[in-house]
């Protein structure tokens, strides 16, 4: 079980280390969290991150609209 998770884990580093459209879900939903401003994001993702907020019907601080 330790072996499966331990592999689990490591697959999902290297996922987010690769960036894309993870770090872009996860940009999202640190924003609708509140844990970052979307000032914070990186300035190469900025605009994609925006554009996933608004088309998740989402205003730029990560609330519902």
Known sequence: ??????????????????????MLVVYVMMIHKGLIKLEQVPAGSRDQVAAALQAGDMDQNGNIV
């Open 1 to 22: 079980m330790r072996i499966k998770l331990a592999s689990l884990l490591i697959r999902w580093a290297v996922a987010l280390a690769k960036g894309g459209d993870t």
